[in-house]
């Protein structure tokens, strides 16, 4: 059943979101600060890509200082814009019942968004 929703959500934009954060990311992988982040954003247009069937799970070594100061710099930086995105998102899908399981794509990935540093889809 993933593989179907993973298909359909490909057709109605998961596919342009994805290649919006992989494309971003190879953009902020130009610079040498940037690269952290750039990963970041490429790890994150790849799960974009088929969230369903994955979970949002914690990174092992998630809560250190750096990742905490690299996660406070997204949320400032890019992570807000893209967390009221996926939530707008999914509101809107929330409406119709087909929508439905689209929009719980849409909230799962916002925690992934605001903290892409701690979390991860797998």
């Known amino acids: 059943m993933s593989f179907i929703g993973n298909i359909i959500w490909l057709i109605f934009g998961g596919f342009l979101a994805g290649l919006g954060y992989i494309l971003g990311g190879l953009l902020l992988c130009l610079t040498i600060?940037?690269?952290?982040?750039?990963m970041q954003s490429i790890n994150l247009g790849i799960a974009?890509?088929?969230p369903f069937g994955k979970d949002v799970v914690a990174e092992e070594h998630g809560d250190g200082f750096?990742?905490?100061v690299f996660n406070v710099i997204w949320i400032v930086l890019f992570g807000w814009e893209i967390a009221i995105a996926h939530l707008t998102g999914g509101l809107i899908?929330?409406?119709t019942i087909v929508g439905i399981p689209f929009?719980?794509?849409?909230f799962k990935l916002i925690p992934v968004a605001?903290?892409?540093f701690s979390y991860s889809l797998k």
């Open 33 to 38: 600060i940037g690269i952290p982040f750039g």
């Open 48 to 50: 974009t890509m088929a």
């Open 66 to 68: 750096i990742r905490m």
């Open 93 to 95: 899908l929330a409406v």
């Open 103 to 106: 929009a719980k794509q849409h």
């Open 114 to 116: 605001l903290f892409p």
